[in-house]
Every structure is written in structure tokens, then in C-alpha cells.
């Protein structure tokens, strides 16, 4: 999340305060989003609530710019090792062995939480509240197997994503594997 001016962050921080939703987003802040700020006066709300914050050296757009392009490559990508091929996943794709392929977003939902503890077993009941739009249970049973069957195929290779029966799907990571 990018953010050009203090006023800005104070003004995203009130919002979340007042939905009771602030420690979420400084939580979410911690992990998975990044924090990108133009300056230090932009970045000083969120550091003040020990937030880190990507900040380019000179407080200029096209530093910022180029500060989340050094960023994202290194830190918004998941590398692991499944079925004995070298997954990156990104925002929107996945390399497969330096293959790079775009994903559909109930797929690539599918393969996000599956990579969150490689090689162990993820249910499907879980899965179904990863994907998007499904709403009645039957419908949902449906999605989840439909996504599998997209991820496996976009992958373009057998064995990455594996079925246990009755339980669920899993990487074929080993479980220590990240």
C-alpha cells in the first residue's frame, strides 16, 4: 500500500479506528502488505506504531516507485520446492521452473493457501472460504474441486498439488519444506 502524503496514513489509520478494525491493519501491516511511504513525515504515523515501511532515500514519487520495484521481487514472492519443481508465487502468476504463468483468481487463491504451510493437508471445507462468490455449500464443494483441477492444469505439471482423500489437498512439500 502506497502512501504519499501523512495525512493520508492518519486518515486510513481513523478509518480503521472506527470500523474497530485498526489493530487488524497494522497486524496486516506486520505480514503480508506491505507499508510504502514517499518520505519519512509520510512514513512517521506508521513507524510510530511500529509499523515497517518501505522508504526511498530521497522523498521523490519515482523513488518510491523504484523502491517497490527492489522490494516486491524479493519480499512479495513465495519460493518453494513441490513434486520437485521451484514454485514462485506472486501477486497474480506462479513460475513454474522459471515458467511463469498467470492464474485465474479462484487458483490462485487455492495455491495461496495451500502454500501457506507446504505438505500439509488443507480441507476442503477451508478451501471453500478462500475462493470467491461461492455461496451455497454444494456450490462451493464444486468451486473447490473446479479450482483444483484449473490450478493442476496451469501448472502444467502432475503431482504438485496432491489429493488426500476424505481430508483435502496439499503441496507435495516436504512438511518442514517453506
Keep these: 500500500m502506497a502512501f504519499t502524503s501523512a495525512p ?6 481513523a478509518a480503521a479506528r472506527a470500523e474497530g478494525l485498526e489493530e487488524a491493519l497494522v497486524t496486516a501491516f506486520a505480514g503480508p502488505v ?12 506508521l513507524l510510530a506504531r511500529g509499523v515497517p515501511v518501505v522508504c526511498p532515500e530521497r522523498p521523490r514519487l519515482g523513488a518510491l516507485a523504484r523502491a517497490l520495484a527492489r522490494h516486491l521481487p524479493e519480499h512479495g514472492v513465495t519460493r518453494l520446492v513441490a513434486a520437485g519443481c521451484e514454485l514462485e508465487i506472486r501477486g497474480h502468476a506462479v513460475a513454474v521452473d522459471g515458467d511463469l504463468r498467470t492464474l485465474p483468481p479462484a487458483p490462485m487463491a487455492v495455491l495461496k493457501r495451500l502454500a501457506v504451510r507446504p505438505g500439509h493437508v488443507v480441507a476442503r471445507s477451508e478451501l471453500r472460504t478462500v475462493l470467491p462468490g461461492a455461496t451455497s455449500r454444494d456450490s462451493a464443494e464444486h468451486a473447490v474441486e ?3 483441477t484449473r490450478l493442476r492444469r496451469a501448472l502444467g ?3 504438485i498439488v496432491e489429493t488426500v482423500i476424505k481430508r483435502g489437498y496439499r503441496l507435495a512439500c ?3 519444506a517453506a
Aim: net charge positive.
Design 8 to 13: 493520508a496514513v492518519l486518515a486510513m489509520l
Design 34 to 45: 506491505v507499508a510504502a511511504c514517499v518520505g519519512q513525515v509520510t512514513a512517521g504515523p
Design 146 to 148: 473446479m479450482a483444483v
Design 157 to 159: 505439471r502432475s503431482g
Design 174 to 176: 516436504d512438511r518442514g
